[in-house]
């Protein structure tokens, strides 16, 4: 075999390098003739939105593309020797050794029924690393090194014992063992809380200086590029529409593509928050004016069989929504918003305090009075390929509200329908579609559509732009604030994304393990956090630490 290992050459050389799909009929080409250099200890984003050719593009370079995917042209040259007509078994001598990848859902990623310490162990027992006690205290080593706490307890446990944070560090694990000069990140922390993020990019950058290993950062998100890459690519279709050092290119994006992937990146915001426009702080006295109202808040649920107290998931929280204004319910996973939420639209009774919208008392609604109560209050929620019903057409998705509430004309149903698709900004044709012939986007204005058909006074948007990319999630932000402005809505908005939250609320909480830490005016609470766990969100916000944007 070809040595690997040349230091007076590029760790990765991509050159006109062509790959193409089979649709069934014939082959359609994805990536156009996209070229790149990785040089030893550099990190290099490759940057685009969903379709753009960078997963594509950094499968093809370990040799993991679809079955139905073929390189056509190009080279990919790892350290000088071109590895792109490579067998899988002499790509199999490389993975895990020269080059390795960390995937981007560690809860698909990890088999389910293998201990940790199987997973980690494997890549060490196939290249005939190590075995037996050697190989145990060898799996325990890297699992402490990327900062696992207990790693004895956790090479023991399974993947569903551990959080998403912790199995990204497995993964993490797997990929350094055996020390390669090349790691793909493929969107390593698009499915964590901003501040597990945070922690795990720092984590990725410190091995790095510490093996001196090249990194190739597959993300959508430019506020990661800006802080953690020496060079960008970005990818438009399947082709490179600028390339260079990651200042450069962010200080001054030749290409249109650039500038509104930059200018759509919440992160990277220059402005610190949008208008307070008829927002107020909390204690100032305007009650007829508080849609919503939530005092006290106690949430508990029991654990039976347990012989445990209860466990409190909301202790004690209180906040005020102004009509007409847009609060935002902040924190990471666990904090309780979630589990606010559901008890605000009457999916769950508190254990204790009062929750009001437009005056009525949640508590003293049952029955058909509680169904028809959620006319006033509807629910967008985070995933729009799962919230919607791939069975129904886009017209009998936005339909169907209006036939649980009351007998409507079907001619009335009709125009009601065409009509909300329109205020979303979807073509009458898309009516006769199903969920899966839509983007993203286009799923997430269905569900939009759905909410408002009923003419709701209150939308709870929970993580509703989480799953998107970032000039998808600007275009549904923009349509949200219309839909505002014109229809006088307002909105409870759910995220862990402090930057879209800048760019969205009026008034903000900041709940964590549970309780309320900090809230007030979004400019007060970003400008002078009252927590030192605001600071950590605030901090841990993408993009904020690199020169052209701090």
Same mark, same amino acid.
């Given at each position: %075999?070809? &040595?690997?290992?040349?230091?007076?050459?590029?760790?990765?050389?991509?050159?006109?390098?062509?790959?193409?799909?089979?649709?069934?009929?014939?082959?359609?080409?994805?990536?156009?003739?996209?070229?790149?250099?990785?040089?030893?200890?550099?990190?290099?984003?490759?940057?685009?939105?969903?379709?753009?050719?960078?997963?594509?593009?950094?499968?093809?370079?370990?040799?993991?593309?679809?079955?139905?995917?073929?390189? +056509?042209?190009?080279?990919?040259?790892?350290?000088?020797?071109?590895? &792109?007509?490579?067998?899988?078994?002499?790509?199999?001598?490389?993975?895990? &050794?020269?080059?390795?990848?960390?995937?981007?859902?560690?809860?698909?990623?990890?088999?389910?029924?293998?201990?940790?310490?199987?997973?980690?162990?494997?890549?060490?027992?196939?290249?005939?690393?190590?075995?037996?006690?050697?190989?145990?205290?060898?799996?325990?080593?890297?699992?402490?090194?990327?900062?696992?706490?207990?790693?004895?307890?956790?090479?023991?446990?399974?993947?569903?014992?551990? !959080?998403?944070? %912790?199995?990204?560090?497995?993964?993490?694990?797997?990929?350094?063992?055996?020390?390669? *000069?090349?790691?793909?990140?493929?969107?390593?922390? !698009?499915?964590?809380?901003?501040?597990?993020?945070?922690?795990?990019?720092?984590?990725?950058?410190?091995?790095?200086?510490?093996?001196?290993?090249?990194?190739?950062?597959?993300?959508?998100?430019?506020?990661?590029?800006?802080?953690?890459?020496?060079?960008?690519?970005?990818?438009?279709?399947?082709?490179?529409?600028?390339?260079?050092?990651?200042?450069?290119?962010?200080?001054?994006?030749?290409?249109?593509?650039?500038?509104?992937?930059?200018?759509?990146?919440?992160?990277?915001?220059?402005?610190?928050?949008?208008?307070?426009?008829?927002?107020?702080?909390?204690?100032?006295?305007?009650?007829?004016?508080?849609?919503?109202?939530?005092?006290?808040?106690?949430?508990?649920?029991?654990?039976?069989?347990?012989? *445990?107290?209860?466990?409190?998931?909301?202790?004690?929280?209180?906040?005020?929504?102004?009509?007409?204004?847009?609060?935002?319910?902040?924190?990471?996973?666990?904090?309780?918003?979630?589990?606010?939420?559901?008890?605000?639209?009457?999916? *769950?009774?508190?254990?204790?305090?009062?929750?009001?919208?437009?005056?009525?008392?949640?508590?003293?609604?049952?029955?058909?009075?509680?169904?028809?109560?959620?006319?006033?209050?509807?629910?967008?929620?985070?995933?729009?390929?799962?919230?919607?019903?791939?069975?129904?057409?886009?017209?009998?998705?936005?339909?169907?509200?209006?036939?649980?509430?009351?007998?409507?004309?079907?001619?009335?149903?009709?125009?009601?329908? %065409?009509?909300?698709?329109?205020?979303?900004?979807?073509?009458?044709?898309?009516?006769?579609?199903?969920?899966?012939?839509?983007?993203?986007?286009?799923?997430?204005?269905?569900?939009?559509?759905?909410?408002?058909?009923?003419?709701?006074?209150?939308?709870?948007?929970?993580?509703?732009?989480?799953?998107?990319?970032?000039?998808? =999630?600007?275009?549904?932000?923009?349509?949200?604030?219309?839909? *505002?402005?014109?229809?006088?809505?307002?909105?409870?908005?759910?995220?862990?994304?402090?930057?879209?939250?800048?760019?969205?609320? +009026?008034?903000?909480?900041?709940?964590?393990?549970?309780?309320?830490?900090?809230?007030?005016?979004?400019? =007060?609470?970003?400008?002078?956090?009252? !927590?030192?766990?605001?600071?950590?969100?605030?901090?841990?916000?993408?993009?904020?630490?690199?020169?052209?944007?701090?």
């Amino acid at each position: %075999m070809t &040595s690997l290992t040349n230091p007076r050459v590029s760790v990765l050389e991509v050159s006109d390098l062509a790959i193409s799909y089979h649709d069934g009929e014939a082959y359609q080409e994805v990536v156009h003739g996209v070229s790149f250099r990785v040089e030893p200890g550099q990190v290099v984003a490759l940057v685009g939105e969903s379709g753009s050719g960078k997963t594509t593009t950094a499968q093809s370079v370990i040799g993991l593309l679809a079955a139905n995917g073929r390189v +056509d042209r190009g080279a990919i040259k790892l350290n000088g020797t071109d590895i &792109s007509r490579w067998s899988d078994k002499q790509l199999d001598a490389l993975r895990g &050794s020269s080059i390795s990848l960390v995937p981007q859902d560690p809860g698909n990623s990890l088999n389910p029924v293998k201990t940790i310490g199987d997973q980690v162990g494997e890549i060490l027992e196939i290249h005939g690393k190590l075995r037996g006690k050697n190989l145990e205290h060898q799996v325990v080593a890297l699992l402490d090194r990327v900062g696992l706490s207990e790693p004895e307890l956790r090479a023991r446990q399974y993947p569903h014992e551990l !959080s998403g944070g %912790m199995r990204q560090r497995v993964l993490i694990a797997i990929a350094i063992a055996l020390k390669p *000069q090349l790691i793909i990140a493929d969107e390593p922390t !698009s499915a964590l809380d901003v501040t597990v993020q945070k922690r795990i990019l720092d984590l990725i950058d410190e091995l790095r200086g510490e093996y001196g290993t090249a990194l190739l950062l597959v993300t959508h998100d430019l506020g990661i590029a800006a802080d953690r890459a020496d060079r960008v690519v970005v990818l438009q279709g399947g082709r490179v529409q600028e390339e260079g050092s990651a200042i450069d290119v962010l200080a001054s994006p030749r290409s249109a593509y650039t500038r509104q992937l930059i200018a759509d990146a919440p992160s990277l915001a220059r402005s610190v928050t949008r208008a307070p426009a008829t927002a107020r702080l909390p204690d100032e006295s305007a009650p007829a004016d508080d849609i919503v109202v939530v005092e006290q808040l106690v949430q508990a649920f029991r654990r039976p069989g347990t012989g *445990q107290p209860p466990l409190l998931a909301v202790d004690k929280v209180s906040f005020r929504v102004r009509r007409g204004t847009t609060h935002a319910l902040v924190g990471e996973s666990g904090s309780g918003k979630t589990t606010t939420i559901r008890a605000v639209v009457g999916f *769950q009774r508190p254990t204790s305090g009062t929750i009001r919208v437009d005056g009525t008392d949640l508590a003293n609604l049952n029955g058909e009075a509680l169904r028809q109560f959620r006319r006033k209050i509807q629910l967008v929620y985070q995933n729009p390929y799962a919230s919607l019903d791939p069975r129904q057409t886009v017209f009998g998705i936005i339909e169907e509200p209006l036939l649980n509430f009351g007998a409507v004309k079907r001619t009335e149903r009709r125009a009601k329908v %065409m009509s909300i698709l329109g205020r979303v900004g979807l073509p009458e044709a898309t009516a006769l579609r199903r969920p899966h012939a839509l983007s993203g986007g286009q799923r997430q204005r269905v569900a939009i559509a759905r909410a408002l058909i009923l003419e709701p006074q209150v939308v709870v948007l929970d993580e509703a732009v989480s799953a998107l990319d970032v000039t998808v =999630q600007a275009r549904i932000l923009d349509l949200l604030d219309e839909l *505002q402005q014109d229809l006088g809505l307002t909105y409870l908005f759910v995220s862990h994304d402090l930057a879209v939250v800048r760019q969205i609320a +009026d008034t903000v909480s900041v709940l964590r393990g549970g309780r309320l830490v900090d809230g007030g005016p979004v400019a =007060q609470v970003f400008e002078q956090p009252g !927590s030192d766990y605001t600071r950590e969100l605030i901090n841990a916000i993408p993009g904020r630490k690199h020169p052209v944007f701090a």
